[in-house]
């Protein structure tokens, strides 16, 4: 069973769509998150959520809009998408981000490719 | 402000040659977690070793192992007598306190084993 699930795996759209993408865990963690991997490798935290409750935004475009209907469950939401919001975007649990040390587990990560 | 350098962004070796990946971070925390995560070409993020920063000890697993050295504020990884399925790119990253989920991901770098 995939601990941390993600769909699309793939996403091509054009500029001015708007598009969501799924995640989901199955390891019974407190704790989800978004990050964003550039064309350069580069990873960063867009957002990360603990019990349904935004605990950090990044200074993220308003564009941009998480949504946690469940512990289990974190999907991204981009409103009139970019050519720069071109990217993989990973979703990602840890048990609770209070514990220190916690480690991510990551899905595989969505290729978003805006034309 | 909490900063990882990955300062080698692209390492090739022959298959059996040892490989070593350099990590240096800058924090204010005195306590504070390191982490490596592997990225082979399939794209997801696979969890290697967590450290904190009172355990100085060096870690050993099979092939990998890790450098921890406070004095340098560096955190190296090795990998002895490389195999091409350790080509990927690996990160280092580093905790931060106000959000233990929260990693500041250094740039990666990127492994090629050649036969």
């Known amino acids: 069973d995939t601990a941390v699930s993600q769909t699309p795996k793939y996403l091509v759209t054009q500029m001015g769509n708007d598009k969501s993408i799924k995640c989901e865990q199955n390891l019974g963690h407190d704790t989800m998150y978004w990050y964003k991997q550039d064309s350069k490798k580069f990873l960063k935290i867009m957002f990360s959520y603990n019990n349904k409750e935004l605990i950090i935004n990044e200074t993220v475009p308003n564009r941009f809009s998480p949504k946690s209907p469940d512990k289990a469950h974190l999907n991204l939401h981009i409103n009139s998408l970019e050519l720069g919001d071109s990217a993989v975007y990973f979703c990602a649990s840890s048990q609770d981000y209070r514990d220190r040390g916690e480690k991510l587990f990551f899905g595989s990560g969505t290729q978003l490719s805006v034309l | 402000a909490q900063k990882v350098t990955q300062a080698q962004t692209e390492i090739s070796v022959v298959e059996k040659e040892d490989v070593t990946l350099d990590c240096v971070y800058e924090?204010?925390?005195?306590?504070?977690?390191l982490f490596w995560y592997k990225q082979p070409p399939s794209g997801e993020l696979v969890f290697l070793i967590r450290r904190n920063s009172f355990d100085e000890q060096n870690e050993i697993s099979g092939r990998y192992s890790w450098n921890f050295q406070k004095s340098t504020s560096s955190f190296n990884f090795t990998i002895t007598a490389s195999q091409v399925v350790d080509s990927a790119v690996y990160f280092c990253a580093l905790g931060s306190t106000d959000s233990w989920g929260k990693l500041q991901f250094g740039a990666g770098t990127q492994v090629v084993v050649t036969p």
């Open positions: 924090t204010r925390d005195t306590t504070y977690y």
